[in-house]
Structures are given as C-alpha cells and as structure tokens.
C-alpha cells in the first residue's frame, strides 16, 4: 500500500497521533490535510511526550518529510514555534517541515473575531478562540491571504492593508472594538515570512512528484468525522473537512490515488466542547474515565466529556470515510470494568409521530433529534485484568478478545491495530495490516 488516509471515526481526540506513529514505520511522507493548530495529537516516544498542532505527528522517525497541505490553516507563530520545539529534539526541520504555498494563514484579527463571534452566539460552539473557522471563512468568501501571498515581497503589504482595513470596518461597526494596527502586524509577518520561506513548496505538485517516484504517503487527519462541517453534528463542528475526502481536496492529489483509509476509534468515546453525546456516562464514571484516560484537551486542556462505546456514531464514520479497517485505541482504560456497555442504537422518545418513541440505527442529521435520543445499550462482561503488556490479539484476556469482535461485528470492518498504552511500544498490528 503506498498511501493510506488516518482518520478520526469518532469527535476527534481518539489517539491518531499514536496511531500515526506507529505506521509511520511504513511511510516516507507525512500530510497533514485540513484544520489548523486547534488539533493536537499526542506521541509518547523515548520516555517523552511530544504534542503537535500543525506539523504531521510521525516526524519523530528520522528521514521522514511532513507536509502541511493547502487544507490547512496556518498560524505562522504557533507554526514557528512547533519548528522550534522539533529542531531542539534534533530533527532537521530545515529537510523534514515542507509547506504548502496554497495554505492560508491566519492573522491576529481572525482570533479577535473568533473570540467576539463566540460570546456573541445565542447557543455556544466550543470554538478554541484560535481563529481558525474566521480564517476559513475568509477563504470561502475569497478574501483571505495564503502562503504565497506571504511571502511574496511586493505584493503582500498591499493585500494585507486591504484585508486590514475590512476586517477594521468589521470590529468597529459590528463589534465597537479597537482596530488592528497594520504597521506592526505588516513588519511582524514581514519576519515570520522570512523564516517559513525556506519551507514552502507547490504542494500538489510536491507530491505527484514523490508519488511518481514511488513513495510511500500518509495522510493526517485532525478532529474527527463528527467533527466535520458536512457530515458532522452541525452546528457543533469544525470549519473544514476532517474526513477521508478531505486528504484529496486539501493536499491536492485525486481520489484514485489513495490505496486505503483507516479509521481511529476509542474502545469508549469522547468529545470536546458543546453538542449532543448520547452515550455521555453519569458524572462518577465520567470522572473516573476521565482520569484514567487522561481525557483532557492536547491543545486546550479543557476535560472531554466521556461515554460509552456508540456503534451509531463509528459506523456512520466508517460508511463517511470508506474506511478498510479501524484501530483501537485506550482499550486499557476499560481494564477495570466489571460490564461494558455498547451503545448499537438509539431510542428517539417523540420521533415516531403523535409522541410515539422510534428505534433509530442510523445516525441522524438533525441535532435536535440526536439531542433528545436515547442510546440503545448492549451488555458484555469485562474483563478486569491489565492489558497494558499485550504483544498480540491472542495475548488479550479472552473478554476484551469478545468486545473487540464485537466491534468488528457491528462497524462492518476489521480492526488492524490496537493500542494499550500511551507508549510506542503499546501497540500491535493484527494480520496484513
């Protein structure tokens, strides 16, 4: 397989960055294909916890090249910054880190704004205050400034004074705000440009030319398919496309050109900010989860709200995203559970007409419907013994062996890795995968 799509099947936060690192063994470039430095994906190696934002997770192997694609959302500061963290890890940012010129970047207004638009919303979104959804919004609107703008020398003071200037008209009539001063912010992204430069390539054709060559790609989602602006549980969503069909519009390489997409799934599900969790777990079970889990924001640190497995959920990302197999992760976390419930349909109380309560197994479009569902459980035991040292399917106790197949059972696809630790080494691979 010379190119394989990594996907959130769940609301983001289900251990890609592990999972990404694991296969990494396997790749020579790595693609990060949408969002912005709102994501954040965790990689526990040589003892060390490293957390990226924008720059692809598995550039802890050396020799490998990351690309951020033109899907991507850029702050050039926070960009910068991550640059740092690896050359000081000894990574040799200078060959590793390649830039898409077609990238947008964000600038201080679009935080300002993000910020503003949150606290103004009748109902809230969980927004990170970032500036990542005003940025993607200037790029739908064809107002926003790219890569190549940046760095271009003579014409990016004029597209900048104009971008200025609108998004000051926006904050003093909408808003009352204070405007951006455009001097300093021209001459600080004048420097920022100076140092990202050395890094920007075409990205598509960057990566035509290494697929011609017979390189092997991977490509990094962030969030999570219900994260997604089209597929996701809208309003409560991301600003781009966190699913498979975003690696081919945000890094610029057709569809037939990826080999296979796997999907990233807790053996329990999370999610961050507002919006509906039909399996969410009382407060007692929620905290313990959650510490056990460690279920709290990479980028944020807010605490993620924590349920029980949803088969409703994984097997709408699986249809979404095509998925050829899914990975497990934190299966250690339900180590200590005496019984795990499974969550295969949902009960919606009024949506059969004239109040009658109907059985839903698809997942449905309508938040207000999602909101008031109640989730249909299965029960299966647990299996209370630690499977942090499994090296394989068969060393598992023989209840997690069950859970597992049961998963398997319900989304329709095999699992190809599983993970018991936060460590590289906590992890295998099942079958040709």
Known sequence: MRTTVVVGAQWGDEGKGKVIDVLTESADILVRYQGGHNAGHTVVAEGKEFIFHLIPSGLLHRGRVGLIG??????????????????????????????????????????RLDLLEEASRAGRIGTTGRGIGPCYVDKAARAGLRVADLCDGSGFAEKLKRAVAEKNRLLKRLYDEPPVAYGELLERYRGYAKRIAPHVVNGARFLQEAMAKGKRVLFEGAQGTLLDVDHGTYPYVTSSNATAGGACTGAGVPPTAIDRVIGVVKAYTTRVGEGPLPTEFPADLMEEIRAKGNEFGATTGRPRRCGWFDAVVARHAVCINGCDAIAVTKLDVLDEMETIQICTGYRDPAGGGAGAARTIRDFPSDIDCLARCEPVYESLPGWCRPTGEAEGFDELPPQAQRYLKRLEALLGVPICLISTGSKREQAFKIGRW
Do not use: T, W
Not at 91 to 111: E, G, L, M, N, T
């Open 70 to 111: 033109n899907g991507v959302v850029i702050d050039p500061e926070a960009l910068l910054e991550e640059m740092g963290r690896l050359e000081a890890h000894g990574i040799d940012v200078a060959r590793a880190v390649k830039v898409s010129d077609q990238a947008h970047v964000i600038f201080p207004y679009h935080k």
